[in-house]
């Protein structure tokens, strides 16, 4: 098969007019998403189209060589993507089919103070900032709204404010993954990345809690807690620096949510926030509302955020019940934590590492070449077998069900292997249009990436001189919009940002750094990460109403930090950069 090297200027050797080509792909699919308001896996095959005319027409790549981008795409959209939800989803039908998750509601009003806007804080800003720094990859998003769900918080609020959480963990997500990609791609360490990385996320993650009480509860939310919001915002946020300059910065988002976590229950032994009961009934209320208008959980159950109020001496919480509720929970943490940290004795992340399957794309590996005439590396599929959090969790299930159909406090709660097994199937079926969105998602983005659209946007962001200070976090947010993964965009701009910037006189290190942050804004308007945050309350096919609701919250976002990223560029800010 004829070879064929990504360029980035196809068009009239102009590279503005090869960006602007470029850009097509992705316009077509957010105009049809925000606008058209089409079923986001229609969305998906339009823009997966157009990209593959747009590679084969504009920009030269053998249309058999763009077929098979399209393939490799596909399957890491399968696996480890698809994999990973239905493994998430799976794990919390376990959890309502044993009749567990009603005590673990329980837990969460104990230690939330009773207020169901703080309790939602927790789950979806700490513990899923956990789930962020272990798993990654959708994990954190499909579990938390799943868990906010259960706990009463209408779907389309529920999805949004784990969408919106998420942004805070991502830069330091998966063990840092993204800033270690970008200082194997450049001439930094991770350690010098991250601590300019870790001078830029943490001045938004702060504010994070407060904007979830708006998303939660509006203005009477943000006036009734803000104080315990803007606490836990800011310890996370202290402790975010601290982890990346000076202690670890793989472990700084397992460090700062679980201290964050900590800070914000014991803030609340001394203070209490107001208006928890009217919020609880004003959020009953919506959800009641969802219901009217046809929508059910994914398992069809129903929550009763009311009941905690009305529980019987029978129903109270015993310490063995609230240990069983958590047990899910403490066991993936647990699990994830040893195959990602254990190296006690023996390295297990390592052991395990060597179970992947690494398979160079048929044809397309030693077809698409590099400017050096070299294979890329990125035509190599990474088969995570084992070492996959959709593996993982799945084992986590396994594991819970086993515990629980044997501990079943005298026949109150009702779970058999086998019916936990049996969920997997129903799950996957629930999940099968969110599955089909997500694999054309990430076969336009392999299409992109290879025929060189992708980079091609990038570089001519680039060429704007000193103004690309300023620009530097629209790539990364542009590059993790496209394909997902702040760990990508890194892949894909990492190496340009440092060229760039030196280019520019800039400092490449803080440009490569304002990749990662432009990033975690981009996860939130990020197709996969919309696919998987509808699939988990059930809307599957409604992501344009997820989409409307966080892209202001996004290009918001991403401004305060061009603006920071720009005034560290210069005198004003400089003192920040070590």
Partial sequence: ME????????IGQSVALSALLALVPLLVFFLLLAFAKTKAYV???????????????????????????????AAFGLFPVVWIIVMAVWLYEVTVRSGRFEDLRRVFDAVGGGDLRVQAILVAFCFGGLLEALAGFGAPVAITVTMLLALGIAPVRAATAVLIANTAPVAFGALAIPITTAANLTSYSGE????VVGRQTPLLAFVIPVILLFILDGRRGVRDCW????????????????????FSYELTDIVSSLVAMVAA???????????????????????????????????????DIGSAATDTAQDRLTPSRAWMALFPYILVILIFGIVNLWTLGIDIPAALAKTSIEIPWPWLHEALLDANGQPQSSTVYNFEWLISPGTLLLISGLIVAVVYSRFDDGGRYRLTVGGAVQEIWLTAKRL?????????????????????????????????????????????????????SD??????????????????????????????????????????????????????????????????????????LCVIVFLQSTPVLGWMIP
């Avoid at 010098?192 to 601590?195: D, G, H, K, V, Y």
């Avoid at 315990?228 to 990346?244: D, E, I, M, P």
């Avoid at 076969?443 to 946007?457: E, H, K, R």
């Fill in 432 to 484: 099968r249009s969110a599955a089909l969105t997500i694999v054309l998602v990430l076969a336009l983005a392999y299409v992109m990436n290879f025929s060189g659209q992708t980079i091609s946007i990038g570089t001519w962001l680039a060429a704007t001189g000193a103004f690309f200070a300023f620009l530097s976090p629209v790539l990364g947010w542009i590059g993790t919009a496209v394909t997902g």
């Fill in 487 to 560: 760990t990508s965009a890194n892949a894909l701009f990492a190496k340009l940002q440092e060229t760039a910037g030196a280019a520019a006189g800039l400092d490449p290190k803080l440009m490569v750094a304002a990749n990662t942050g432009g990033g975690v804004m981009g996860k939130l308007i990020s197709p996969q990460n919309l696919a998987i945050a509808a699939a988990a309350v059930n809307m599957s096919g409604q992501e344009s109403v997820l989409f409307r609701k966080v892209f202001g919250w996004s290009v918001g976002l991403l401004l305060v």
């Fill in 43 to 73: 969305a998906g095959a339009c823009a997966l189209l157009a990209a593959l005319v747009i590679a084969v027409v504009g920009f030269g790549m053998p249309a058999g060589l763009a077929l098979l981008s399209a393939t490799q795409g």
């Fill in 227 to 246: 104080p315990v919001a803007l606490f836990t915002g800011v310890v996370f946020s202290v402790v975010q620096f601290l982890c990346s300059n000076y």
């Fill in 3 to 10: 070879s064929f090297t990504p360029s980035t200027d196809p």
């Fill in 265 to 303: 229950v014991g803030f609340l032994r001394f203070w209490h926030p107001s208006g928890g009961h009217e919020a609880a009934r004003r959020m009953e209320g919506e959800l009641a509302t969802a219901r009217a208008g046809g929508w059910t959980s994914a398992g069809g159950g129903e929550t």
């Fill in 192 to 195: 010098e990345l991250a601590a």
